[in-house]
Each structure stands twice: as structure tokens, then as C-alpha cells.
């Protein structure tokens, strides 16, 4: 499997199976999937779920775990809004479902940078998602407690992966 299928299998049983919580800092729950892989995200009402997700082998993403249906492999652009601004970025749909299971899709990001930037230096994010209607999903997301999840991602990972950086001061491309 390459890289992104990993991290989407990662994803999708952390999402689907619930992964057994390791930590939960506000309102973000960090998880060890096994194998030496780890995931950080936090969700909303709707049960919508924003996330990183890292494999032992320092591969990581950045991904939104939605009720929405999209088209395996297709690139789809999203509006971020942030308490410092707003940016858009690419995301890709991605199967997460096994042939059983009702289809379940998530959106990764393709760049992982510029996302950690804006999860580690914002309390709130909102996100709008295009539909196939014309319309847009909105999704909220709260990032109380973000920077210790991901630096417990980064920890718990081989200790070459990219380090987290949890400052808040330092340029954000926003």
C-alpha cells in the first residue's frame, strides 16, 4: 500500500472502531493506533472529526472526517476560517470503508505544514466544504488542546518524525 492508503486505513479505524483514547487534553483525544502509529483529533456535534494522523515510519496527514459522500482519488478545494484569518486548501477524498461496511469517506490535506501551523496556533476553526448541490457543508472545530495532542502524536512516533512545534509565535501563513 503507498503512503496515503496507510494513513487513511489509520484513520479510518481510529474513526469507525474508535481507537481506545490515550489522552484526552480539552477537546482533543490523542490515541496510539499500533504498530507504532498515533493519531490526534477532535470533533464536533454533528460527528464530524478533524485530525493528524502519523505512521511509525514519520509519514503523516492532516485529515476531516465528515457524513459526506465524495468521489475516491478527487481533489476538492475548502475555505478555512480561523480566529487569524481565513485560506483555502486542497484536500483528497479517500475510501475508508472495507466492502462490508457502509462507505465512509475522509478528506486529506495535501499539504500537512501549512494545517499544523493552523491547528497549532488558533482556538477555533471553521471549514466550508463544497457539495455536489451547490451548497456548502460548514464545519466547526474547536483547537483547545490541540497543541498537546499533536506534540503526544509526535512524541509517541519514531523519534526522527518531523517534530511538532508547539509555539505560538512564530509566522503562520495565514
Not at 97 to 109: D, T
Request: with cysteine; glycine share 8%.
Amino acid at each position: 500500500m503507498n503512503k496515503r492508503r496507510w494513513l487513511v486505513v489509520f484513520a479510518g479505524m481510529a474513526l469507525v472502531s474508535g481507537a481506545k483514547a490515550d489522552q484526552t487534553v480539552k477537546d482533543w483525544v490523542f490515541s496510539k493506533l499500533g504498530g507504532g502509529s498515533a493519531i490526534a483529533y477532535t470533533g464536533n456535534d454533528s460527528g464530524s472529526r478533524l485530525g493528524v494522523v502519523c505512521t511509525a515510519a514519520n509519514e503523516c496527514d492532516a485529515y476531516v472526517y465528515s457524513a459526506t459522500g465524495c468521489d475516491d482519488g478527487s481533489k476538492i478545494p475548502v475555505l478555512i476560517n480561523t480566529d487569524s484569518g481565513s485560506a483555502s486548501f486542497n484536500v483528497t477524498c479517500k475510501n475508508i470503508s472495507s466492502p462490508s461496511e457502509k462507505q465512509n469517506f475522509v478528506f486529506v490535506f495535501d499539504e500537512l505544514k501549512p494545517i499544523l501551523n493552523i491547528l497549532l496556533k488558533n482556538q477555533t476553526l471553521g471549514l466550508a466544504l463544497p457539495l455536489a448541490s451547490g451548497q456548502f457543508k460548514v464545519l466547526h472545530f474547536s483547537l483547545q488542546g490541540s497543541n498537546e495532542a499533536l506534540a503526544a502524536v509526535s512524541r509517541s512516533v519514531k523519534p526522527s518524525a518531523t517534530p511538532v512545534s508547539t509555539k505560538k509565535n512564530e509566522d503562520q501563513t495565514l
